[in-house]
């Protein structure tokens, strides 16, 4: 057995779903899922303010990149304590996570032999490549390999449900203010919902719109799931949308196919769950 720490949410749920939970010794502070990792210690913290306005978090995170300061603290004392064979991290988003750079100064006071892995999933095909990783480095490659069956088959029953209904022209935003739209494998996951993705930007970081062009582009149906938001949150953030003019005169919210999802749990966390966001999507788009 390995000794693992995982410093991402979804890799935490990976490493479950494949049956090495019990290598599992420290997680971040935003690990919610299974919940038997939640016992476990946990290495990070955020300086985020947790009862901040979309408007003020956005603002705070744009100020934090900019003087180059980092949105989480990793515990570099309790990470050599824990002892890790491998540690888990992430490259892609300094927002969603701790840095690769912090992760990687932080395991250099490490004594012991650690390797350090970093996923960079773009789309769905790069989450179920992550996952035969993990099950790959973890020796749990079968496990790993029937998740991803399991995931594939879920999704093409999916795709083969809608595949010959109408494909309404659905807008997910992952933030509201400022409104910003949805990228890697959001798209991805709208399509194979049963939809059309518009303003969107697959494979890459997400944009941020003008309610201008998301006027003009007039969505059917309109997706909220903020980064970082459980479904409280996305309501109140929803709530403060009523008293935009541009807002209230979008015909999806006119004709109340505006939907909150759950972001932190499902579209903004790449791990097995994401074909249970493809079918939230899909009950919220095929909404009669």
Request: with cysteine; proline share 6%; charged share 20%.
């Amino acid at each position: 057995m390995i000794r693992i720490v995982s410093l991402l949410p979804s890799a935490t749920e990976i490493l479950f779903a494949i049956g090495v939970g019990d290598q599992v010794v420290g997680i971040t502070h935003e690990c919610d899922y299974p919940p038997e990792a939640q016992g476990l210690p946990r290495l990070t913290a955020s300086s985020l303010p947790a009862a901040g306005t979309s408007a003020e978090i956005d603002r705070h995170v744009r100020k934090s990149l900019h003087e180059g300061s980092s949105l989480y603290h990793l515990d570099s004392g309790l990470l050599e304590q824990l002892k890790p064979d491998l540690i888990i991290t992430q490259e892609l988003c300094e927002v969603c996570a701790v840095s690769y750079h912090l992760v990687e100064t932080a395991a250099k006071r490490l004594k012991s032999d650690h390797r350090i892995l970093s996923l960079e999933p773009s789309s769905l095909e790069d989450v179920y490549a992550n996952i035969q990783t993990v099950g790959t480095i973890t020796g749990a490659q079968d496990a790993a390999n029937r998740l991803v069956g399991e995931m594939q088959s879920r999704e093409d029953n999916l795709r083969a449900e809608y595949e010959h209904h109408a494909h309404p022209r659905t807008l997910v935003l992952e933030w509201t203010d400022p409104p910003m739209s949805g990228g890697h494998w959001t798209p991805g996951l709208v399509e194979i919902a049963g939809g059309m993705p518009v303003l969107c930007n697959p494979g890459q970081n997400s944009v941020v719109l003008d309610w201008d062009a998301i006027a003009k582009e007039a969505p059917d149906v309109i997706i909220v799931a903020p980064c970082g938001y459980d479904l409280e949150k996305t309501n109140q953030a929803i709530e403060g949308l009523q008293y935009l003019p541009e807002f209230a005169h979008l015909r999806a919210h006119r004709e109340e196919r505006v939907h909150a999802v759950d972001g932190n749990a499902y579209v903004n966390r790449p791990g097995p769950r994401l074909i249970d966001t493809a079918e939230i999507f899909a009950r919220h788009i095929h909404q009669s």
